[in-house]
Nanobody
Framework: QVQLVESGGGLVQAGGSLRLSCAAS????????MGWYRQAPGKQRELVAT???????NYADSVKGRFTISRDNAKKTVSLQMNSLKPEDTAVYYC?????????????WGQGTLVTVSS
């Protein structure tokens, strides 16, 4: 069974930091893009950051300069370092990956981890 498992969410005060991690497991041949999305209460899911297998990253304007995405291809993991957190960063954060399971590629999602930033 191919899955993504997230960890690292929690409660933090505004200005604080958190680090989210996500590990892929199962019969995966390779992983293309990986990323983090978030969904705040009453809002649609939105992109936070993505990273290619070659290490090129892309960020939402709202998190540029505060969040850093990284990945370890050998360990099949992706992380999101979140600094200078704001109350508006409160959301459920979801890990996403485009994985290759020969001969197919699949879009898979983690179960989500809650990040709460108090003011």
């Amino acid at each position: 069974q191919v899955q993504l498992v997230e960890s690292g969410g929690g409660l933090v005060q505004a200005g604080g930091s958190l680090r989210l991690s996500c590990a892929a497991s199962g019969s995966i041949f390779s992983i293309n893009a990986m990323g983090w999305y978030r969904q705040a209460p009453g809002k649609q899911r939105e992109l936070v950051a993505t990273i290619t297998s070659g290490g090129s990253s892309n960020y939402a304007d709202s998190v540029k300069g505060r969040f850093t995405i990284s990945r370890d291809n050998a360990k099949k993991t992706v992380s999101l370092q979140m600094n200078s957190l704001k109350p508006e960063d409160t959301a459920v954060y979801y890990c996403h990956a485009n994985v290759v399971i020969i001969p197919h590629s699949l879009e898979i999602w983690g179960q989500g981890t809650l990040v709460t930033v108090s003011s």
